[in-house]
């Protein structure tokens, strides 16, 4: 049927299709997801800018409860120096969950990353969240490896 009409046509007509595909898929995301995702590119951007002290006041309560910035500093120093320069990063899964092991039933998001580090290449970043009283996503854990 779309063979009837002149290739620069049939071309604009495929692109559309697939805008169209891509806007429904984009539509079709849990707006938790797409809420606890920004949350987390924002805290992530801090920390890939070394900026220990905004990283760790964007942090949940339960992030800041569980370590001072200076062992925050440390602990980046520490794990997250050596990698080098975040090179790319992409969202592998999003899972919502009521209850953490260890700690009261909640609001609580893991988002699981494909991040390559220029010294180290291809790693696994989990950002863990927790929709807080105020209803905002924060950062309350956080795991490279």
Do not use: H, N
């Not at 569980?66 to 062992?71: G, K």
């Amino acid at each position: 049927m779309i063979s009837r009409f002149p290739a620069p046509v049939r071309f604009l007509l495929v692109l559309a299709g697939m805008l169209f595909l891509a806007a429904g898929s984009a539509l079709a995301q849990d707006p938790r997801a797409t809420q606890a995702q920004a949350a987390a590119r924002a805290w992530l951007a801090l920390t890939d800018a070394g900026d220990v002290q905004g990283s760790w006041k964007a942090g949940g309560k339960k992030f800041q409860a569980s370590l001072d910035v200076e062992s925050w500093e440390e602990a980046l120093q520490k794990v997250r120096t050596p990698l080098g320069q975040m090179m790319g990063r992409s969202v592998l899964a999003t899972r919502f969950l009521s209850s953490m092991p260890g700690g009261p039933d909640g609001d609580y998001a893991q988002i699981l990353y494909d991040t390559t580090f220029l010294e180290v290449g291809p790693s696994r970043e989990t950002v863990t969240l927790e929709r807080e009283p105020d209803g905002v996503w924060r950062v309350i854990g956080y795991y490279i490896r």
